[in-house]
């Protein structure tokens, strides 16, 4: 993978690690799976090593700004007494007058606010948010919005990219499945390595994983915008209220729709077998049918 990065993402990461170096921020977005965290991360060693303090925050475990702000300080070697706000803004501000510091902020879609940036852009730290979609920068205020001059979009690699990256793998398969496997993905890297260390380590059968990418194209290509939007939030949340999760669609949706046509999007989702629901009513539940399962169940019928 590393050769890909090196070869295909050159335009991207010059543009991200010009922008910081002129104290830009920068938002940055694309498809699941396709690399950008690995970009993010080999800006940040570039960083580190050539102008200053380059520091990762993975917003999946860290998603308010207190965390983020302890998670900064401990990266540059502070130790952390206070929970206060205003501590730790106050020493990371004092940092920040001695040191040339940037902050990644990786699925910053997870972020219960944007209270954080108030913080980074404050104090002028150049800021690079990194998000699967351009919804997360949609929900950050207009008036933030103005201070994020730089947005750019990574786009997927092409079949050819993906089945190099897999052939560069020690101990690889079958060269006829990898062709299958690269085509199916639609660019998706990380899928893809996934599914061939889990055919190296089961010793999983070509027809089974056919089997898997049928049932993925069949119930997940073909479904409208809305149900994607509401199957992205279960597939972080894993299972939810309906009221709760009724709300999330609501928020991170463009043009959402009433609860009534949400009711629909539901049963679509579950005639697809991609969620079910637990209990009735008000106090119904839904939850997500994950790939893991899935593929255990195939695997249990390919055996019978």
Known sequence: MASFFSANRQEETKNILASLRNSLNTFVFGSQGIGKTTIAKSIVKEYC??????????CLLYQTANSILREILFSLGCIISSKSNYDLAKRL??????????VFLDHVENLKNYEILN????????VCMVSTNFTGYKRIDPSMRSRIPNIVKISNPLKEDVLNILL??????????LDEISEKVCGNIT?????VESIK??????????DFFSYQNVNIASISVDCKAILQILTQKKKL?????????????????SERSFRKYMETLKNRSLVRSIGEKKGRIY???????IEEELECLRTK
């Open 241 to 257: 209220p309906s009221g709760e999760l009724f709300k999330l669609y609501q928020k991170i949706t463009e043009f959402p729709k």
């Open 93 to 102: 501000k004092e940092k920040a007058r001695k040191l040339k510091i940037v």
């Open 119 to 126: 913080f980074l852009f404050g104090f002028n730290i150049p």
């Open 287 to 293: 939850e997500i049918i994950e790939k893991k399962k």
């Open 168 to 177: 560069e793998r020690p101990g690889s398969i079958d060269d006829a499945l």
């Open 201 to 210: 380590a089961r010793n999983t059968t070509a027809g089974l994983i056919e």
């Open 191 to 195: 899928l893809a390595v996934n599914l």
């Open 49 to 58: 090593n050539k102008i200053g303090e380059g520091i990762y925050v993975d």
